[in-house]
């Protein structure tokens, strides 16, 4: 009997627990599904926000798209309103601003294509000149290709030349950094090939590349700091000509035009809307206008052989005239040079420079100094300095030599894209002084010139921004200590590719 209600006790637990077993799983299931379906919806949701946010996103893109096409239109249509399409007999500015369009616009679709990769994040810009110059010279020069003074006959080639160069091409980089304290910082530097000849059959035709100029720069609104090798910035102008970039035109003829390592402050201050005045000051590398004693070595001159540098100075003045920029700057220049025990040279320099437009086409530039001792910015024909004596005798006198010269430019500008320059210019160390100091200080033109000048006349004709034409005639004429002279003509024909 016990036995038989244990029996009837498991059967009916086994009964219950089949029961709650075969009722808990269609809950469960019916729970689990549930689940699922909330789980699917809420990501269903979550997609159509997204669809709907692109959807708005496009619309948007859409619509600012249109507003650019129809920016585009209105500019188009307002260009030409004001340039019109040029008919027959009208100026040539209209064409020349198309061209300018085209280049812009083939420069911006090739950017990728063009542009020069640097090892940092910042933009890299290369230009250049390509430069071809046929000249032919009736007289002995120093360079026939770009001659400054003209030289005794005395060779059988020295009654003239004829031939063709390529080294006054020009090479340039420029960087654009980054901003520090305010200040953008930029850099560039440019190259030629006027550097010498390779000891080579026809060398002549194989120039080595040259540094010409390089500077870094940090500019705020009105200050900025320049570092690196330039013009005298006391002395910032020359001439306008083509058949002469190797050295500026009228060197050795009044233009203190010497690229020298230097460190200038400049500060804009402005006086009015139209007008401003630009101070300058800075040190500079005292260079004297010694040829190098080594061709791989440097040493000393006299001026770095004093132990400071030069100091300059340079206040200018602007304004707007007649669409252009009048300007009228007044410079100074001191040095220290030893030129051996007891022999100190002190060097100096006063110079102006000038801008004057005239009219919207005719304008005069130059320049003019006086100084003594200034070789080394190419001032008395490279000559500081005159000896009484032999140099290795201890009592042979060593004293600077007075020099004054200066230059002057008149430019006619024809129409957009011709344009007439003629000027003359002169450089001549004091008579005095020569007779004093009879032994001249050797340099890069004879010791002996105690006058030289040139006078030239050209036109530059840009058909396109890109491309250049020009023709120049110049007159050279060098005096000597004795009174005699020598001339001589160059005729020079350039035509270039800017880059």
Do not use: C
């Amino acid at each position: 009997m016990l036995v038989r209600s244990f029996l009837n006790w498991r059967w009916k637990v086994l009964a219950a627990g089949m029961v709650f077993v075969a009722t808990s799983f269609p809950v469960l299931a019916q729970e689990t599904l549930q689940d699922s379906i909330q789980s699917l919806q809420k990501q269903t949701s979550e997609l159509k926000a997204m669809l709907e946010e692109m959807k708005a996103e496009m619309v948007r893109s859409h619509t600012e798209t249109m507003a650019l096409r129809q920016e585009l239109e209105a500019t188009r249509e307002q260009l030409a309103a004001v340039v019109p399409v040029p008919q027959a007999g009208e100026s040539p500015a209209v064409q020349r601003l198309e061209e300018d369009q085209q280049l812009l616009s083939a420069k911006v679709d090739d950017q990728y294509q063009t542009k020069v990769e640097s090892a940092s994040k910042y933009r890299v810009r290369l230009s250049g000149t390509v430069l071809m110059n046929l000249f032919s010279n009736n007289g002995f020069v120093d360079n026939i290709d770009f001659p400054s003074f003209v030289g005794q006959y005395g060779t059988q080639y020295s009654r003239g030349s004829f031939g063709g160069t390529l080294r006054q091409s020009q090479i340039g980089l420029e960087a654009f950094g980054p901003q520090i304290k305010g200040a953008r910082v930029s850099a560039d530097v440019q190259f030629d090939f006027a550097g010498g000849f390779p000891s080579t059959p026809d060398g002549t035709t194989l120039g080595l590349p040259r540094l010409r100029t390089g500077a870094v720069r940090l500019t705020w609104p009105r200050t900025t700091i320049v570092a690196g090798q330039d013009a005298p910035f006391f002395s910032p102008r020359s001439p306008t000509s083509v058949a002469t970039l190797a050295l500026p035109e009228f060197a050795y003829s009044g233009n203190l035009w010497t690229w020298i390592p230097q460190a200038r402050l400049e500060r804009r201050l402005d006086l009015s809307e139209s007008s401003s005045v630009l101070l300058q000051g800075g040190i500079l590398d005292p260079l004297t206008g010694e040829l190098p004693s080594s061709q791989f070595l440097r040493t000393a001159g006299a001026g770095e052989a004093s132990r400071q540098p030069a100091y300059a100075a340079r206040t200018a003045w602007s304004r707007k005239a007649f669409g252009q920029t009048l300007t009228a700057g007044i410079g100074g220049y001191y040095s220290r040079q030893a030129w051996g025990p007891y022999r100190n040279v002190d060097a100096w320099a006063g110079t102006a420079d000038w801008t004057v437009p005239l009219s919207n086409r005719w304008e005069l530039s130059g320049e003019s100094y006086r100084g003594r001792a200034i070789g080394g910015l190419g001032g008395g024909f490279g000559h500081s300095v005159g000896y009484s004596g032999p140099v290795s005798s201890l009592s042979t006198q060593i004293g600077g030599l007075n020099s004054a010269g200066g230059w002057a430019q008149a430019k006619f500008r024809q129409t957009e894209r011709l344009e007439w320059n003629g000027g003359f210019g002169q450089d001549t160390i004091l008579a005095g002084d020569l007779r004093r100091f009879p032994v001249v200080q050797q340099g890069y033109i004879d010791p002996t010139v105690a006058r030289n000048q040139a006078a030239f006349i050209n036109l530059i004709y840009r058909p396109r921004s890109d491309f250049l034409f020009s023709v120049e005639y110049r007159h050279l004429r060098t005096f000597g200590i004795s009174g005699n002279s020598a001339g001589a003509d160059h005729i020079n024909v350039g035509m270039g590719v800017l880059f």
